[in-house]
């Protein structure tokens, strides 16, 4: 049991939340990891606040419940921090990651108190250096490997590109932009 | 070797579907079944699946024209989703009557209202008395694992009956887990080919399909369809039991987690039986005699199977996802209440209605109802049916 880290992920409709999830498992899984990933569906709409979920573990996973104390938060918008609890069960021997260009010192008055590690990456500028465009779900996916530590980051930049290379062998031209996004990630989270 | 793989639970059914490949699939889409025919489709486009298949108009139309496709002696397939099944309500009892061996995978969704779209299992409960075979699945595996030894069950001689094969919508269907899948070199022998012994597109016997019966016929055609209910217990564990030699997994009407020494046991279908299992371990790991019946197959209703399963118990609590406005509890609590009843149970039973469109049901809520039952053993009570997180 020891072995299961469990991410929850914060974001808004059409950010890419539940795919990050989904391709965490997937990356989990290349591995050899058992692996959850599933989001939770209300009113599924653009802009409203979603949550998806990750379960990793080196042994089979059978509980199918939603994740309420997680090791690990993710939030993609940082818009999140003023209605929704995110840090509401998260364990402060975890971490929160929040997509933001603000400081820590700047952040933590908007947690309730939360008093594990803060990790922060500005994914809007990883993605414009790298992506032109702002999918913010790319840079936070590497961001939350490297601060979980569910994978080395090596490892997983080798099966992401083999996964993208699947994913999007239609355009494949997309394929070097989200790698580089990826890569300059693992620099930027702090 | 299995191929190990993950993928969501719809997933794991359409690769299934493209495994047996069928000959005809009619559908019309659903949440959250909707990306069975679509997946389907993509395979047929990819060349992958040469099943014909035949967007309708709606879910009466899908099921009709299975009904019809089977008549001719085609495999066929469909799927759906709670409204979805609603709204096939008349021909549903017609298939089953006709004894068209369709099958269905039923991704289980509420019924409206409120509306909404979460798991529940008041869709599939709701066509339990049809006549249909019906199947339910814990997570990813087994519904896939299911979906491949449906037609060995359904069209059996001695069965010929549709069956759904159904899995929790969202928290199975569009949850990405892992998964060992066979090889098509197994999966193919094991299925087989399907040779109807009468269908209407064999010239040598002319025939009529779904005539007009009187009086003087009918019991008797609904009687016939009883025994078929009946006999598919032992085709279905006959059919398991060959499964397992392709798969190396074991199934039954209904798995016994931990039962055999229990003094409390759960009674439940699908998901949430796997949050059941890591709550009983917990327990048992402080010496709670803690265990879980799975009811795997709900139709036929393994009835004496599970009585017997759960003779030594001292207090049980069956866990319906559906509420059956009875004011006694949902269909599960109402069946194998009646059947210990027969076979004169002395454990104190409980009805939990949980789960309803998609609340949540965890770990901690299973630990409280076992804790519950210890209470039960021991002081009895009046209060036999409740809700299960309900917020007051």
């Known amino acids: ?190 | 070797m299995a191929i190990k793989e993950r993928m969501s639970g719809n997933e794991a059914v359409a690769y299934a579907m493209k495994q047996v490949n069928p000959d005809v699939m009619p559908a019309f889409p659903i949440t959250p079944s909707t990306e069975l025919p679509q997946f389907v489709a993509n395979y047929i486009a990819n060349g992958e699946m040469d099943t014909e298949f035949i967007p309708v108009e709606s879910e009466h139309s899908a099921m009709s024209a299975a009904i019809g496709a089977s008549a001719a002696g085609a495999r066929t397939m469909t799927a759906t989703s709670s409204a979805g099944l609603a709204l096939m309500w008349e021909v549903i009892y017609v298939a089953a009557s006709t004894r068209v061996p369709i099958a269905m995978a039923v991704v289980n969704r509420a019924l409206t209202g409120p509306l909404n779209i979460n798991c529940e299992h008041s869709d599939s409960m709701g066509a339990r008395d049809s006549g249909w075979l019906q199947i339910y699945a814990e997570n990813n595996q087994e519904v896939y694992d299911n979906f491949l030894q449906a037609y060995r069950i359904a069209e059996h001689k001695d069965v010929m009956l549709p069956i759904m094969i159904c899995q929790d919508g969202f928290i199975t269907s569009h949850a990405v887990e892992n998964i060992e899948l066979i090889e098509d070199e197994k999966v193919k022998p094991f299925v087989g080919e399907y040779n109807p012994e009468h269908y209407l597109l064999n010239p040598n016997e002319p025939m009529a399909v779904g005539a007009y019966a009187v009086s003087n016929y009918c019991m008797e055609a609904k009687k016939a369809h009883a025994e078929a209910m009946k006999n598919a217990k032992q085709v279905i564990l006959d059919v398991a039991k060959e499964f397992q030699e392709i798969s190396g997994r074991e199934y039954g009407l209904f798995e016994a987690y931990r039962l055999d020494d229990a003094d409390y046991a759960i009674v439940a279908i699908g998901s949430a039986c796997g949050t059941a299992k890591d709550a009983i371990d917990a327990l048992r790991a402080q010496g709670v005699k803690a265990g879980l019946l799975k009811v795997r197959v709900f139709r036929p209703f393994p009835a004496e199977e599970m009585v017997a399963a759960l003779k030594n118990c001292k207090a049980i609590a069956i866990m319906d996802r559906c509420e059956s406005y009875s004011s006694q509890g949902g269909p599960l609590g109402a069946e194998l209440m009646a059947a210990l009843y027969r076979g004169k149970a002395t454990a104190e039973v409980i009805n939990i209605v949980y789960g309803l469109s998609g609340r949540d049901i965890r770990v901690e809520d299973v630990e409280q109802i076992f804790e519950d039952l210890a209470d039960i053993a021991e002081h009895g009570t009046d209060d036999t049916y409740w809700y299960l997180g309900l917020r007051e």
């Open chain 1, 1 to 190: 049991m020891s072995s299961l880290t469990e991410i929850r992920w914060h974001g808004r409709g059409g950010q890419g939340a539940k795919t990050a999830a989904l391709l965490l498992a997937d990356v989990a899984f290349s591995i050899g990891k058992h692996v959850q990933g599933f989001p939770e569906y209300g009113p599924e709409r653009m802009g409203a606040p979603i949550t998806a979920f990750n379960r990793i573990s080196d042994t089979q996973i059978r509980v199918h419940s939603n994740i309420y104390d997680p090791d690990y938060v993710v939030v993609v918008d940082e818009t999140l921090l003023h209605g929704v609890d995110v840090t509401n069960g998260l364990k402060k021997e975890g971490g929160i990651l929040i997509n933001t260009s603000l400081s820590k010192e700047e952040i933590r008055p908007l947690l309730r108190g939360y008093e594990g590690e803060i990790y922060t990456i500005d994914a809007h500028d990883v993605c414009m250096r790298t992506l032109g465009k702002y999918f913010p779900n790319t840079p936070m996916l590497a961001a939350i490997v490297k601060v979980s530590g569910v994978m080395d980051t090596d490892v997983f930049l080798k099966e992401m590109e083999a996964s993208l290379k699947h994913k999007f062998a239609k355009k494949p031209e997309v394929l070097e932009g989200n790698m580089k996004a990826l890569a300059l990630a693992l620099e930027e989270v702090r």
